[in-house]
């Protein structure tokens, strides 16, 4: 099977034992601690009613719930009550804060929802200051690096960078990805350039793959001044697969399919087997 045929497997619940748990926050975090890889300092997980008084200089706000950006906000604390957007530079009362966020809370739980779980947490900044860093996701296949998508997408089009397994740009890269028809004002693949850090980076993403069971995820980090931190832990990722914004081509697809392959090989006689 080529990478596409084995997410619509993994997506029809066919594949045995995805792990799909440990794609929760707070799960992400407990296999960081145990393995010793950094995640975003916590400053609250809870209510909105609960939020503290007393936040951070900078912070983010995101709902617990949500998938990739929605509803996340990079803030900094003003003082008396008001926060700046660092992304839109638009001023909120604390009230307006809230306001804000019970919005995505009644999107996915219905309105009024007084129980949906949010996230204040550390802010973090690229090496030149930028907010945030890139996002480096990482598809990885038990330890091995099949290729790394590395982009900005916070705010307006994303910018799309595209690495093979050792960080280097591809140089047949229209034979592997592209972007979908109508997709053009909200896609842009840029010249890649890799992160000087690309080694640490790569260490990190083949140490989490390799303590997670399963034949592939995306390991989804970042790098900061501070090191490189995991984000995200991602079993079901729709990108390439809804074919409704960035491609996968069939080359690719059919070498992706092929680490997959390897990948569940090696785990022959373990319970997370294809």
């Known amino acids: 099977m080529d990478y596409l045929e084995h997410m619509q497997q993994r997506l029809n619940q066919k594949e045995e034992f995805v792990p799909a748990l440990l794609g929760r926050k707070e799960k992400v975090r407990e296999l960081a601690r145990m393995i010793g890889v950094r995640t975003p300092e916590t400053f609250h997980r809870g209510t909105l009613a609960a939020l503290p008084v007393t936040l951070p200089d900078e912070f983010v706000l995101k709902p617990d719930f949500a998938s990739t950006s929605i509803g996340i906000l990079l803030l ?26 019970q919005a995505i ?41 099949g290729m790394i998508l590395m982009e900005h997408h916070i705010a307006g089009p994303a910018h799309a960078m595209y690495f093979d397994g050792d960080f280097h740009p591809f140089k047949d890269l229209d034979e592997r990805y592209g972007i979908a028809p109508g997709a053009g004002e909200m896609e842009f ?4 350039v890799a992160p000087a850090n690309a080694r640490e980076i790569l260490n990190v993403a083949r140490r989490v793959s390799a303590a ?4 592939f ?3 989804d980090l970042y790098d900061t001044p501070k090191g490189v931190y995991l984000g995200e832990l991602t079993f079901f990722p729709g990108t390439f697969y809804y074919k409704n914004r960035k491609l996968m081509h069939q080359k690719e697809a059919d070498r992706l399919g092929r680490l997959w392959d390897a990948a569940a090989e090696r785990m022959d006689g373990s319970l997370a087997t294809r």
């Open 189 to 192: 693949i840029v010249p890649a």
């Open 76 to 101: 900094r604390n003003l003082g008396g009550d008001r926060f700046l957007d660092l992304v839109t530079k638009a001023k909120y009362s604390r009230a307006e804060l809230l306001a804000s966020c």
């Open 105 to 145: 809370a009644d999107r996915f739980y219905g309105e009024g929802n007084t129980t949906a779980s949010f996230v204040a947490e550390e802010l973090l900044k690229d090496h030149d200051g930028t907010i945030p860093p890139p996002d480096i996701r990482c598809y990885m296949f038990q330890g091995e690096v």
């Open 217 to 219: 995820c995306r390991v």
């Open 212 to 215: 997670v069971p399963s034949a």
